[in-house]
């Protein structure tokens, strides 16, 4: 089929808007004058409507291939890159006050979170080892970009340098593994790929050790122990909106690589790269929800916390492999999706906390910050409690529901102690989650200062609440549609 087809364009029409859009927002901040000049992060925020009508549009579309394979249209990626769009922009209006105060409400800010947007949409649809990297790319190259976009201290500089260092060591890793299976099988397609695995013919140790440095790279972008030594840097020293796009959106676009190269492309591997999924989620597990007691720092605690929640996520992933039962695989790769939205859905809402509750001047960073809070603002203490709730898994909230199918799925696929470790760690989490509820709830106030919140953000704060507490009382709906894209995805 001809690059040029026009079937080819009307599967990537979502990318196509989106760069047009985000070339417009740094044109537009560049040449519009001084006394006219127009809201950028509001301009931002327009140009995600095109790529969302343009999605929606194709949702009923069957699936499809484009661009000779190399990019695959089908409802699993539709749902990713709706909730890519809701993410960035729940960030933009989360971040509108924050940004305006330290001088990050400018073009080329929001037009790197944009083509870091697009880097992740090529990514949720790639098909090909060269389109999972050039997305990758992309994403990265803006996001190091934007960390090191505020110089007003070290730490901001500091944080770039090691996301950029470590993450280009990753990205060697996921290269030479891409080679490598590049190599044994001849063709870059993920369908290729496959076969290739399934010929006798083919030389399987090659095959075998370009997957070793795919699930290693992999492991780094998800931030999954022993490749998460960038995370806590990382959203410690960047500005926390900048922090909140690489903990939002991204995660989304690194569950669709993680199964379209596992699932779609090494599948007859799967039995050797579940083990190296059981050892980095176990690992991610006691790591993450053990360090992140000794942490102070709000920030660093999240971070932590991530690296627990990507242990059940990589635990959803590893109970697919079940040989013989397809019905086992759809529900377990389903479990890691929804526990994915819902970790998303959560991050974005407790970012926003630190965000609205930062001034110029002050950066609400340190877990004692958020002392009183529910004096100060019943509504910001609340929705707060439901996502520490989440996360820990406590009924009624998404967190618990998430929790739970993972669990029944890695029951399932025989893994019965995974599941009972996987609960003693969650409930270890649970104590430094409950902290933040009871700093917020009964320690006497940090201060008096006026918690200034524009009516959008209060809107949207409120609905992220409700929905993680909604999505917790009758998430049969989210989970049916998690259900549904990956059996398509799994089918084609």
Same mark, same amino acid.
């Given at each position: 089929?001809?690059?040029?087809?026009?079937?080819?364009?009307?599967?990537?029409?979502?990318?196509?808007?989106?760069?047009?859009?985000?070339?417009?927002?740094?044109?537009?901040?560049? &040449?519009?004058?001084?006394?006219?000049?127009?809201?950028?992060?509001?301009?931002?925020?327009?140009?995600?409507?095109?790529?969302?009508?343009?999605?929606?549009?194709? $949702?009923?579309?069957?699936?499809?291939?484009?661009?000779?394979?190399?990019?695959?249209?089908?409802? &699993?990626?539709?749902?990713?890159?709706?909730?890519?769009?809701?993410?960035?922009?729940?960030?933009?209006?989360?971040?509108?006050?924050?940004?305006?105060?330290?001088?990050?409400? =400018?073009?080329?800010?929001?037009?790197?979170?944009?083509?870091?947007? &697009?880097?992740?949409?090529?990514?949720?649809?790639?098909?090909?080892?060269?389109?999972?990297?050039?997305?990758?790319?992309?994403?990265?190259?803006?996001?190091?970009?934007?960390?090191?976009?505020?110089?007003? !201290?070290?730490?901001?500089?500091?944080?770039?340098?090691?996301? $950029?260092?470590?993450?280009?060591?990753?990205?060697?890793?996921?290269?030479?593994?891409?080679?490598?299976?590049?190599?044994?099988? !001849?063709?870059?397609?993920?369908?290729?790929?496959?076969?290739?695995?399934?010929?006798?013919?083919?030389?399987?140790?090659?095959?075998?050790?370009?997957?070793?440095?795919?699930?290693?790279?992999?492991?780094?972008?998800?931030?999954?122990?022993?490749?998460?030594?960038?995370?806590?840097?990382?959203?410690? +020293?960047?500005?926390?909106?900048?922090?909140? $796009?690489?903990?939002?959106?991204?995660?989304?676009?690194?569950?669709?690589?993680?199964?379209?190269?596992?699932?779609?492309?090494?599948?007859?591997?799967?039995?050797?790269?579940?083990?190296?999924?059981?050892?980095?989620?176990?690992?991610?597990?006691?790591?993450?929800?053990?360090?992140?007691?000794?942490?102070?720092?709000?920030? =660093?605690?999240?971070?932590?916390?991530?690296?627990?929640?990507?242990?059940?996520?990589?635990?959803?992933?590893?109970?697919?492999?079940?040989?013989?039962?397809?019905?086992?695989?759809?529900?377990?790769?389903?479990?890691?999706?929804?526990?994915?939205?819902?970790?998303?859905?959560?991050?974005?809402?407790?970012?926003?906390?630190?965000?609205?509750?930062?001034?110029? +001047?002050?950066?609400?960073?340190?877990?004692?910050?958020?002392?009183?809070?529910?004096?100060?603002?019943?509504?910001?203490?609340?929705?707060?409690?439901?996502?520490?709730?989440? &996360?820990?898994?406590?009924?009624?909230?998404? !967190?618990?529901?998430?929790?739970?199918?993972?669990?029944?799925?890695?029951?399932?696929? +025989?893994?019965?102690?995974?599941?009972?470790?996987?609960?003693?760690?969650?409930?270890? +989490?649970?104590?430094?989650?409950?902290?933040?509820?009871?700093?917020?709830?009964?320690?006497?106030?940090?201060?008096?200062?006026?918690?200034?919140?524009?009516?959008?953000?209060?809107?949207?704060?409120?609905?992220?609440?409700?929905?993680?507490?909604?999505?917790?009382?009758?998430?049969?709906?989210?989970?049916?549609?998690?259900?549904?894209?990956?059996?398509?995805?799994?089918?084609?």
């Amino acid at each position: 089929m001809s690059i040029m087809d026009n079937t080819n364009l009307l599967a990537a029409l979502p990318e196509i808007v989106l760069l047009v859009g985000a070339c417009m927002v740094i044109m537009a901040d560049v &040449l519009q004058s001084e006394t006219r000049r127009i809201s950028i992060d509001r301009l931002a925020l327009g140009v995600l409507l095109f790529p969302f009508i343009a999605t929606v549009w194709q $949702f009923d579309w069957p699936a499809q291939y484009a661009f000779s394979g190399m990019y695959v249209l089908d409802d &699993l990626s539709n749902l990713l890159k709706l909730c890519s769009y809701a993410a960035v922009a729940a960030t933009i209006v989360y971040a509108r006050h924050y940004d305006l105060d330290r001088g990050l409400r =400018r073009g080329e800010f929001y037009g790197l979170a944009l083509f870091a947007l &697009l880097g992740q949409m090529v990514m949720i649809s790639a098909s090909s080892l060269l389109t999972i990297y050039m997305g990758l790319e992309l994403m990265s190259l803006s996001f190091y970009a934007m960390c090191g976009l505020r110089q007003d !201290g070290n730490r901001p500089i500091e944080a770039a340098m090691k996301y $950029f260092v470590l993450g280009a060591l990753a990205s060697g890793f996921l290269l030479y593994g891409m080679s490598m299976l590049y190599g044994g099988a !001849g063709d870059l397609s993920l369908a290729g790929i496959a076969r290739a695995f399934g010929d006798a013919q083919t030389n399987s140790g090659v095959l075998m050790f370009g997957t070793v440095f795919i699930v290693a790279g992999l492991a780094f972008k998800l931030g999954a122990v022993p490749f998460h030594m960038w995370l806590p840097d990382v959203y410690h +020293g960047t500005p926390t909106s900048v922090t909140l $796009f690489i903990a939002g959106a991204p995660k989304l676009a690194a569950f669709a690589i993680a199964f379209r190269l596992l699932v779609e492309g090494l599948t007859d591997v799967a039995f050797d790269w579940q083990q190296m999924l059981m050892v980095l989620a176990v690992l991610s597990l006691a790591v993450g929800n053990i360090v992140a007691i000794a942490q102070t720092n709000f920030k =660093r605690m999240l971070a932590y916390s991530t690296i627990s929640q990507v242990g059940f996520v990589l635990l959803g992933l590893l109970s697919g492999v079940v040989p013989g039962r397809d019905d086992v695989a759809a529900a377990a790769y389903s479990s890691a999706l929804f526990y994915m939205l819902i970790y998303v859905l959560t991050t974005l809402g407790t970012f926003g906390v630190i965000q609205i509750l930062a001034r110029k +001047g002050f950066e609400c960073e340190e877990i004692a910050d958020l002392r009183g809070l529910n004096r100060r603002s019943p509504l910001l203490a609340g929705v707060l409690l439901i996502l520490m709730f989440s &996360l820990a898994g406590i009924p009624p909230t998404a !967190g618990f529901i998430a929790k739970l199918t993972v669990l029944e799925a890695v029951i399932d696929a +025989g893994h019965v102690w995974l599941a009972v470790f996987a609960v003693m760690m969650s409930l270890v +989490g649970a104590f430094y989650y409950i902290r933040v509820v009871k700093v917020a709830y009964f320690d006497e106030p940090a201060g008096q200062d006026p918690i200034i919140m524009g009516s959008d953000a209060r809107v949207l704060f409120g609905l992220n609440g409700a929905a993680v507490l909604l999505l917790g009382i009758i998430p049969g709906g989210l989970i049916a549609v998690c259900l549904e894209v990956i059996r398509q995805a799994m089918a084609t």
